[in-house]
Every structure is written in C-alpha cells, then in structure tokens.
C-alpha cells in the first residue's frame, strides 16, 4: 500500500479531511482518531470514513488495511496531521471627540482568516472620558485568546480635541425704573453658574473700558457693573477659560441704555403728574 498523506490545513471554520487516502490494493483501508501517536485506537472504532476535524490543533490519524482473502490485516499507523490556526488582524478604529463631549463609540475591525459568526471576545477601552484633557489616549484592545486564531492586536487612538466655547452677550434697553440693570453674558446657552462651566474655569471680567490680555485683571472685575441713572452705559467683557481644552472667542462689549422717564411715569407721594383739581 502506499502510506496516505496528511493534509496541509489551516482553520476555515468548517471540517476538513485530515489526510489523503492513496489506492489500497489486496485490502480495505480503515481510519480511527487517537489520543497521541504512541497508543493505537481500539479495534472496534476504525471505520472506513476519512477522519475530518474543524478545530485548529493536532490530530492523531491511525491507519490500517483489513486484507482480502489473499492477504493479510496490517498493523495500525499514525499520521500527525495539524490544523494551523487561521491568522487575523484585529484593530480598534481611531476615534475623537470634544472636550466635554460624551466618548465617541468604539469600535474594531477584524482581518485576514477570520470566520464570520466565531466569537473573539474583542472588548476595547480607553481612559479618555468627557473631562479628559485635551490630548491623546490609547485605545486596548483585549480578545477571548479563541484557540483557533492568531491574531495580530493593534491598538488605536482616541483623541480629545478643543472644544469651542461660543459666547453671546445681551445688553439692557429700557426706561428708568428706580433698578439696577447690567448686561447678561452666556456660554452655549447656558449662563455662567452652570456646573460644567465652572468645572472648565471659566470666568468673566468686565469694565467700561476695553479688555485686552494684558489688562483684564487689572482694569476688569469679576463683579458686574450695575446702572440705575438714566444714560447710555458700554460695558465691555472678556471671558478666562481653560485655554488648553476649549479654543479662544473674542471678547466684545454690549450696551446698557437707560432712558429718562416722563414725569406721568413717576409716582410722587401719591401724585402721578396728572393735573387735579383743588
């Protein structure tokens, strides 16, 4: 007889014939799976079917021919055939976001040998979160270690970019009323006090003359200017921020105007300026 040859396998999620048969003459050749290639199968599991295997590892293909009448039975033998793992790439997607965006989906993709439907485990994490400073933080990737695969992990990047912080200002036009009016600024349509704004170190100075890098601190105050009078009052404002994560919106300046009132308007001990008779 002529020695059947493994196969050259690689996994393909599907079963394979492990070896190829050759043409037996005098006899039958019959096939068993082993535990090693040291001890030969029992006698009752050899079949004539060709072994096929799926997994991706080392079988043990024992052989022997059951002669014809002319000849005799062989002893058993066996062909170590391997099943080499199938080879893939698995690789976590860039992603970005702003700062103080919520974190971007992660996700993967998979290459090479890879069967669709098997299970690779593949779980990606990062560091980076919505308060993550502006930067670049790496995506791990981790996977199941699927003992049918080889797989080549490459890691990616999620990067935080500058957000921008819009700013809009609204001033104050009306007629004298006895109270205090100034101007109102807002960040992305939420006012100062907000909890993320503090959190981003944002503030505002303000001053009646304009505001530059160099004299905010000194010629600008925290503290709203308020006006009661009559009279047409410019109110100029810039804005400190976390000038590493959001990135830089001009300062500006708005009005407060305040028109006199009529006397009709003025309540005085009771008396509204309305003529009365006596």
């Known amino acids: 007889i002529t020695t059947p040859r493994a196969n050259k396998l690689s996994y393909n999620g599907t079963a394979q014939t492990l070896v190829i048969a050759n043409p037996v003459m005098g006899g039958t050749i019959y096939y068993a799976l082993g535990d090693n290639a040291e001890t030969a ?36 033998e066996c062909i170590t055939v391997n099943i080499e793992k199938a080879v893939i790439t698995i690789k976590a997607e860039n ?29 990606l994490s990062t560091t980076a979160t919505k308060a993550s400073n502006v930067g670049e933080y790496e995506i791990i990737v981790t996977w199941n270690e699927n003992n049918n695969y080889t797989a080549n992990i490459v890691n990616g990047n999620y990067i935080i970019t500058k957000s921008v912080l819009n ?36 503030v505002v100075y303000y001053a009646e003359e304009e505001l530059n890098a160099e004299n905010y601190k000194t010629n600008g105050s925290r503290v709203k200017p308020v006006y009661t009078n009559a009279g047409d009052y410019t109110v100029y404002f810039r804005y400190v921020f976390d000038e590493n994560n959001y990135n830089e919106v001009a300062s500006g300046n708005v009005n407060v105007t305040i028109a006199k009132a009529s006397l009709k308007d003025v309540v005085v001990n009771g008396y509204n300026g309305d003529r009365k008779s006596v």
């Open 41 to 76: 199968p029992l006698e009752d599991i050899y079949t004539t079917d060709i072994p096929q295997a799926i997994d991706a590892g080392t079988y043990y293909v024992w052989y022997k021919v059951v002669g014809d009448e002319n000849h005799n039975n062989t002893t058993p």
């Open 167 to 202: 700013v809009s200002a609204k001033g104050y036009n009306g007629i004298y009323d006895g109270n205090g009016h100034s101007i109102s600024v807002d960040f992305e349509g939420s006012d100062l006090e907000s909890s993320e704004l503090k959190a981003s170190n944002t």
């Open 95 to 123: 992603k970005s976001s702003k700062y103080n965006e919520d974190i971007a989906e992660l996700t993967y993709t998979t290459n090479g040998q890879y069967v669709k439907g098997d299970d690779l485990g593949v779980k």
